[in-house]
């Protein structure tokens, strides 16, 4: 693939251990190293920056494998799961972010999506979103709360037209020890 053509300039909020260690990144390291990716911006939140930056200067972080200057670091105060939007502060930043560094693609990987995901739509950004999509963080908890899963995907398969979803659960263990059948 030619860079010049068809790179993305990527834009990835949430660098959580899976995210940052196990999934995206790495993955974004490879698109970069193909020339898919041409430059990334990682947003996440002030209160985990101290501990995300000493994780991405590892000596095995894949971060490091990107040049400095093509990669951005950026810190957003912490959002209350209840909101039914994206505070404009961080609407602002998020926007600002697009334009300063051309950003056309989006993967969130944060403990709530639906925020960001109605954010990336209304900029026409192509999403990426890590699973399961989550509209409320206690429904990735409890079990029980599937049912309330199920009607969520559901209103937003009314709302966003045109958008592909790909809902996939599978048997497991949940974080509270109960088991998925």
């Given at each position: 693939?030619?860079s010049?053509?068809?790179?993305?300039?990527?834009?990835?909020i949430?660098?959580?251990?899976?995210?940052?260690?196990?999934?995206?990144?790495?993955?974004?390291?490879?698109?970069?190293?193909?020339?898919?990716?041409?430059?990334?911006?990682?947003?996440?939140?002030?209160?985990?920056?101290?501990?995300?930056?000493?994780?991405?200067?590892?000596?095995?972080?894949?971060y490091?494998?990107?040049?400095?200057?093509?990669?951005?670091?950026?810190?957003?105060?912490?959002?209350?799961?209840?909101?039914?939007?994206?505070?404009?502060?961080?609407?602002?930043?998020?926007?600002?972010?697009?334009?300063?560094?051309?950003?056309?693609?989006?993967?969130?990987?944060?403990?709530?999506?639906?925020?960001?995901?109605?954010?990336?739509?209304?900029?026409?950004l192509?999403?990426?979103?890590?699973?399961?999509?989550t509209?409320?963080?206690?429904?990735?908890?409890?079990?029980?709360?599937?049912?309330?899963?199920?009607?969520?995907?559901?209103?937003?398969?009314q709302?966003?037209?045109?958008?592909?979803?790909?809902?996939?659960?599978?048997?497991?263990?949940?974080?509270?020890?109960?088991?998925?059948?």
């Amino acid at each position: 693939m030619d860079s010049t053509d068809q790179s993305v300039s990527l834009l990835l909020i949430g660098l959580g251990y899976w995210a940052r260690d196990e999934s995206h990144l790495p993955a974004v390291v490879r698109a970069f190293n193909s020339g898919y990716v041409q430059s990334l911006t990682c947003v996440d939140l002030e209160a985990t920056s101290d501990a995300i930056v000493r994780t991405l200067d590892r000596s095995d972080s894949a971060y490091r494998q990107i040049p400095k200057a093509m990669v951005k670091l950026e810190w957003l105060p912490m959002l209350d799961d209840a909101n039914k939007c994206l505070p404009p502060q961080y609407e602002v930043v998020l926007n600002d972010l697009v334009k300063k560094f051309n950003i056309n693609a989006v993967i969130i990987a944060t403990r709530v999506h639906q925020h960001y995901v109605r954010w990336a739509q209304k900029n026409n950004l192509h999403i990426l979103v890590d699973k399961p999509f989550t509209t409320r963080g206690e429904l990735t908890e409890r079990p029980e709360m599937a049912v309330e899963l199920s009607k969520d995907i559901k209103e937003y398969l009314q709302e966003f037209h045109g958008v592909i979803f790909h809902v996939r659960a599978e048997a497991g263990t949940w974080p509270n020890g109960t088991t998925q059948d």
